[in-house]
């Protein structure tokens, strides 16, 4: 049974593996070095009601995360935020991301967000679908932005607005 509710500082090891597993296998992150439990931790905390991190839980194992990241510090970008997704990999396909997604989403809109932001890796197709899927758009890709694996990657640039 999938279960979906705020994290807490007890979810921070199963976020610090799922999210490693990315950093060491893919270039969903751009990170290159595994994090810490410490470093994630610090991650967490400062995230709050107005930045929430959501943890999908599988027969009470944690199985992914979505979180709403502030944009930018200036105050003109304060009703618009970053929208990460990492699911455990055994967990793919299932349709979990998506229900993630759509609850975090959900949130977002009824917190008063008005523009949400994703940054997806070139390769990434199931993502690309995914945020389709919930309504984003396609707004820009910067090319090699960044270096992940001996090669430059593009990113694309997504942005739903409520």
Same mark, same amino acid.
């Given at each position: 049974? =999938? ?5 807490? $500082? ?14 060491? #296998?893919?270039? &969903? ?6 994090? &810490?439990? $410490?470093?994630?931790?610090?991650? !967490?905390? +400062? #995230? ?13 194992? +944690? +199985?992914?995360?979505?979180? !709403? ?10 009703? &618009?935020?970053? @929208? ?8 793919? %396909?299932? $349709?979990?991301? =998506? ?5 975090? !989403? ?7 967000? #008005? ?14 679908? =995914?945020?389709?899927?919930? %309504?984003?758009? =396609?707004? %820009? ?7 992940? @694996?001996?090669?430059?990657?593009? +990113? #694309? @640039?997504?942005? !739903?607005? @409520?």
């Amino acid at each position: 049974m =999938l279960t979906i509710r705020m994290a807490s $500082g007890a979810d921070v090891p199963a976020i610090t593996r799922i999210y490693n597993h990315a950093v060491l #296998h893919s270039t &969903t992150t751009f990170d290159t070095v595994p994090l &810490t439990e $410490g470093e994630r931790r610090m991650w !967490l905390a +400062v #995230h709050n009601e107005d930045y929430p991190v959501l943890v999908a839980e599988v027969d009470e194992e +944690v +199985v992914g995360y979505a979180s !709403l990241s502030k944009w930018s510090e200036k105050q003109a970008y304060e009703k &618009t935020v970053q @929208f990460s997704i990492y699911l455990d990999e055994n967990f793919r %396909g299932q $349709g979990i991301g =998506l229900r993630l997604s759509e609850a975090i !989403l959900k949130y977002a809109k009824e917190q008063g967000i #008005h523009c949400v932001v994703s940054l997806i890796s070139e390769g990434n197709e199931v993502s690309f679908a =995914l945020h389709r899927k919930l %309504g984003f758009q =396609l707004m %820009g890709i910067m090319k090699e932005a960044g270096r992940k @694996f001996d090669r430059y990657i593009d +990113v #694309h @640039f997504y942005q !739903l607005l @409520f």
